[in-house]
């Protein structure tokens, strides 16, 4: 009588199923890849958010804010100040809400100034740098290059250091003790600034200065004006004017009934600060509809919650007396680009007015390049995709550029310059690192996540808010700065949540450590691909096999 057999799969010796090379059968190959997270992508200063976001979920708070810092000195000013482009397009906001990508930089900001954390100033080149402008570009600008180990000076035409971050921002937004301590940052790294210098003539002060190549960020800081029809009893003044007295303490006419001009950042602020000096009423008159409207969403909420008035689809006709005319206009079907376009209605309504602002943009001063051979197209200094002007060795960032104008894009404007400049200083081309595939939500797998819901910065009352200039919103406590870091999904990147290991039905993955990843085993994978359909993350993809 024969022997009874055994099933094929009981006799078979552990680890046996490696001795066949299963992963011939493969088409496609599954691959580990870095994908870009669309916050990276979106921030005009290049942050690796989702990397300093991971530190700071893990409690690394000096580590996070050195990741931070490479690319933004500023994180506890732009932590309050950034309209985080980043946020818009986080995966998150799919899910439930977009990560508080701005309030976990302020988080990290606030740490570093505690623990009076400082940067250090590379290697001296025996270069010297001249940057004309002591804003946001101009500072950013200066900490890069002496990263490099460039000797920078700026030359600051204003008795104090910051540019609009001081002069165009409120302190109830941007308060000046913080300010000061990120500023004084820079200078303790070395660079020097020349405060109350108005440079009137840039190859003068290049040749008596010694200086090796210039980068000018003199922003924009005029305001654009016009005349209305009729005679006006009131003062018409400019919105730069008016936040600069205010932070200057000059007496300023923000008094009786204000009516500000503009539909911008800059209109509210305005606004807010009209409120806050005593104001009796704040009528906001928008030329487009509530909708379109360029000042970001939570300005002009925040400012119609402490009492401002906002008319929108209209424009000032005419001033006569303190009698203001206004047009109705309505939206039209037809866009012009870039922006929505409007249309006269003919019909009109009045107000009263004590004084008018006009918040509707602003200017270059020209003045300033008339013994040069810089050039100047549509009120923007004209620059090549190094950020350089016309005339050699003068670069140019910031608000004076073909760029949008926010204090974000002055930073990273003023990054991309620093590098452009320590390139050209070493006699090399400025090459930007490229940049990987972006994560879109759709090569990830959301069932991973649950919901978390997010965490709401602490913001003062309407009433005590329009009292006086305190500051509006609040901090983060760690607990929750480590919370709010902790609902990022690492699009992209791989956060070894072991799912692809665990999943494999070939056994044909590694773990090799912590920190360290995994790695395909391809003897023995089949390409069957459920690896890259449970990535949580989108950090895995199938690539076609050579046959």
């Not at 004084?184 to 010694?210: N, P, S």
């Not at 004017?241 to 300023?252: C, F, G, M």
Request: proline share 5%; with cysteine.
């Amino acid at each position: 009588m024969s022997k009874q057999q055994k099933p094929f799969a009981i006799t078979l010796d552990v680890g046996s199923s490696h001795l066949n090379k299963t992963g011939s059968w493969r088409t496609m190959r599954p691959v580990y890849v870095d994908r870009l997270p669309p916050c990276n992508k979106a921030c005009p200063s290049g942050e690796n958010i989702q990397g300093w976001l991971s530190l700071t979920e893990e409690k690394k708070y000096r580590q996070a804010w050195e990741l931070l810092t490479r690319d933004n000195p500023f994180p506890a000013i732009m932590g309050r100040v950034c309209y985080h482009p980043c946020e818009s397009i986080c995966n998150r906001g799919q899910l439930d809400l977009p990560v508080g990508i701005n309030s976990v930089e302020r988080f990290i900001g606030e740490q570093g100034l505690i623990h009076n954390w400082q940067f250090t100033a590379g290697q001296d080149s025996g270069k010297k740098v001249m940057i004309i402008g002591a804003g946001p570009a101009g500072l950013a600008a200066a900490y890069h290059l002496r990263c490099f180990g460039h000797q920078v000076t700026i030359f600051e035409a204003a008795e104090k250091p910051g540019g609009m971050l001081r002069y165009g921002i409120p302190k109830y937004r941007l308060p000046r003790e913080k300010l000061r301590a990120e500023i004084y940052r820079i200078e303790r790294m070395g660079v020097e600034i020349k405060l109350c210098h108005a440079v009137t003539d840039i190859d003068k002060t290049r040749d008596e200065g010694g200086f090796d190549a210039v980068l000018l960020c003199v922003g924009a800081q005029h305001s654009h004006m016009i005349e209305f029809d009729g005679e006006a009893t009131i003062p018409v003044l400019d919105a730069l004017k008016v936040l600069r007295d205010t932070e200057e303490e000059r007496p300023n006419q923000l008094i009786g009934r204000v009516l500000v001009y503009g539909g911008g950042n800059s209109a509210m602020d305005v606004a807010r600060t009209a409120i806050r000096m005593g104001a009796q009423d704040v009528t906001v008159i928008s030329r487009n509809e509530a909708a379109n409207m360029s000042a970001h969403p939570f300005e002009i909420q925040e400012a119609i919650e402490e009492g401002a008035e906002i008319r929108n689809l209209r424009s000032i006709r005419a001033i006569n007396g303190n009698e203001i005319t206004l047009e109705l206009l309505k939206s039209s079907e037809i866009e012009q680009v870039g922006k929505p376009k409007t249309v006269k209605t003919g019909n009109y309504e009045t107000l009263q007015a004590d004084i008018v602002v006009l918040a509707i943009g602003q200017l270059l001063d020209e003045q300033l390049f008339q013994h040069t051979e810089v050039r100047l197209e549509n009120q923007r200094l004209s620059i090549d995709d190094k950020m350089q002007t016309s005339q050699a060795g003068i670069f140019a960032a910031g608000d004076a550029v073909p760029s949008p104008r926010s204090v974000t894009h002055a930073l990273g404007t003023g990054k991309k310059a620093a590098r452009a400049i320590h390139a050209w200083l070493n006699q090399q081309v400025y090459q930007p690192a490229p940049q990987n595939e972006v994560a879109s939500f759709d090569k990830m797998e959301p069932w991973y996540y649950s919901d978390a819901l997010r965490t709401v910065q602490p913001h003062l009352d309407s009433i005590r808010r329009k009292n006086g200039f305190a500051e509006v919103v609040g901090d983060l406590d760690c607990e929750h700065g480590t919370y709010e870091a902790r609902r990022c999904m690492s699009c992209g990147n791989c956060f070894e949540c072991d799912n692809c290991y665990g999943i494999c039905p070939d056994n044909a993955i590694t773990k090799l450590g912590v920190g360290k990843g995994f790695e395909f085993k391809y003897d023995y994978c089949k390409g069957c691909g459920m690896c890259e359909a449970e990535c949580p993350c989108g950090a895995i993809t199938m690539l076609a096999e050579d046959i």
